[in-house]
């Protein structure tokens, strides 16, 4: 099944005619058919003569003919849906005009009405010189010229604008295919121990070259270990691929699409797929591509097909992703497709009955909501009506996991009304509050500010990334209303490093402070001078029920006042923290400073262990890996000793840090330098002795 959404004709994977100005089948005596003909090359008037011959003397004329085709590795029968076409070379120096040369860039027509072609922009103008070029630097910088220098294009009709704008989509997979050849060439320079070299061949790589990539493009080690995969798949087995791609014809998320699907075939296999499909893989649309070429590897390899589709079961997951938008996304992957055709049928049909019940949105909007209803096990019908329908067929009461009845509607009749809760009655969505579930359950990181109401400010969920203003308030409330949650704070400096940081505990029992019952507290929320609540502890008060659910009873309101104490010394003071709810006790946070750029060694521990603040404080500091590019949270991380404990490091804030095991293997590799320059700043050197610095994670101030 495809990644993507199925188009609304799935088994199409081809051009459904052939377009205008492609040829024909050539005729009895080879002569071009439609009136096609050779063209000597006309020279633009923007071109001197020694300047235009040197243009065609730097293009290779196979590259002018069918890039997509190696000659040596070409099939010794052509695919019977290939097209012959004029020769691309002929006598006097001539070349062939074509529409079959397809891809990024496609041409718009093939056929020239003139020679003429005034002007820069003339030559991209359909037909012409420039809207059949081979991708390169010569092709991008005439197309750069005709921007001019204000990038408007001056004087160039649609149609040559047309024909730039293809122009620099072919220069620029030209440009990735160049970057990947490098990145081919870097395999070379860093050959795996374990593998034999192959003459001419990348084999394998040694086990931290993605590392080193990710730490050049500042980009994720999945990312580069991702084009190191596809820069030797294109060296090994798909020379055809990687001609076509280097000219133009095919862009880079195309080239992608062929090495995935070969990912488990030999050189020789994966060779005999790509031919399958390149005389048309340019025109085809990405989900057309994919489509032909699963059908090539199950052609030219059913049973590694059949394999590969077993093992990648072994995968299976759920992923869940932040969206642009600051909402989020759930996925399964590698799910067995009768599954998934089974579930998707079953999303339909609730998403059927809850338009039946009244409920406002598209079908993709219900079916949204019909996903989470099943998953959370919930009936939003009870949004559009008091009571829940009556179950008048005898099917299972809430949207459960059974197939449909009747494929053709995608189930059965009517449905249920959501499953109880554990007291026998039935809980709806309600709009704007958060599920019970998420309560004490997750981290967030919240700008005291905002949870105040003192200014709108982002906070932040580890896995889903920043959140609103609004939503990092209703999650406050949300989590407030358990009494096992937990409150650190963080002081930041100008530019967002933690310097300080304390975690809450409750007021000691002999003077604690409770919040007043419902009604006590006067407008504003703020304590009543000297007033004081009844003892109890840090339970909730006596003859008082805790909230039984997310928006019900008092809602939270947050206060932050100094204490009166001093707090630890070098720190930021002693504070109380309430979050105004009924028979819970205020909180006393201290915050202790954290070594930025030097360290008075406060909380050095005296062994290898370094203990629970001295991590903590660690983690807080650099929320992440402390490796260039790694995003794993520090809370998932060793403290590991920059100098190693053995060789007479401290275990202290100036000599240690969070990182991942990979991070940290990395470090004690000999070609791999770590320096913690600050106690807060960390230099890594490379083997090719490019330099990268970490600093402190940036909290939003």
Known sequence: MPTEPVSPDPERDDDPARRAGEPGPMGPTGEAPDGWRELPPSREDWLTRDEWIAWLDSIEPDEWDDPGEDPDDAPTQPHASAQPCPSAKAAGDTRAVKGGRRGPGQPGSARRATDDSPGPAGAFAAGHLMDAAPGGAALFGFAENVAGDDDRFGGASDDELTGVIC??????????????????????????????????????????????????????????????????????KLPGTRAAFRSGILRQSKAEIIAHAVANLDPGEARAAEALVLDRAGRLTPGGLRAAIKRAVMQVAPDKAVKRREQAERDARVERWPELSGNAGLAGRELPPADVLAADQRVTWWATKLKEAGLDGDMDQLRARAYMDIMLGRDSRLLAQPEPPANTDGGQDCPGPQAPDDPRDGGPGDGGSGPPNPDGTRTPPTPGVIPAGFIGRINLTIPLATMLGLADRPGEIPGIGPIDPALTRDLARAAAQNPRTSYCITVTDQQGHAIGHGCARPEPRNHARTAERPGARPPGGHDPPGG????????????????????????????????????????????????????????????????????????????????????????????????????????????????????????????????????????????????????????????????????????PI
């Not at 003859?543 to 809602?555: A, E, K, L, V």
């Not at 001295?614 to 807080?620: D, P």
């Open 167 to 236: 122009a620099l989509d072919r220069a620029e997979a030209a440009a990735s295919a160049v970057k990947l050849a490098a990145v081919a060439e870097l395999i070379r320079r860093r050959p795996d121990p374990g593998c034999e070299p192959v003459l001419d061949e990348p084999g394998g790589w040694e086990e931290f070259t993605g590392s080193e990539l990710a730490h050049a493009l500042a980009d994720t080690r999945w990312a580069a270990d991702t084009m190191l995969d596809l820069a030797w798949t294109l060296a090994v």
């Open 532 to 699: 004081h609540d009844p003892p109890g502890g840090h339970g909730p008060s006596a003859g008082h029920d805790p909230p039984t659910g997310p928006g019900s009873g008092p809602q939270p309101e947050f206060t932050f006042t100094p204490s009166g104490d001093p707090g630890p010394p070098g720190g930021y003071g002693t504070w109380r923290l309430s979050v105004g709810l009924p028979g819970r006790p205020d909180l006393l946070i201290a915050l202790d400073p954290i070594a930025i750029d030097t360290c008075d060694h406060r909380f050095e521990a005296r062994g290898h262990d370094p203990g629970v603040k001295l991590r903590h404080l660690t983690q807080i500091r650099h929320a992440t890996c402390t490796g260039p590019t790694c995003r794993r949270p520090s809370a998932q991380s060793d403290f590991e000793h920059n100098i190693p404990y053995e060789a007479g490091g401290r275990t202290c804030m100036c000599n240690g840090g969070p990182k991942c095991r990979h991070e940290h293997r990395i470090k004690q590799h000999p070609r791999w330098k770590v320096e913690q320059i600050t106690p807060a700043t960390f230099r890594w050197t490379t083997p090719s002795g490019r330099q990268y610095t970490t600093e402190p994670t940036r909290y």
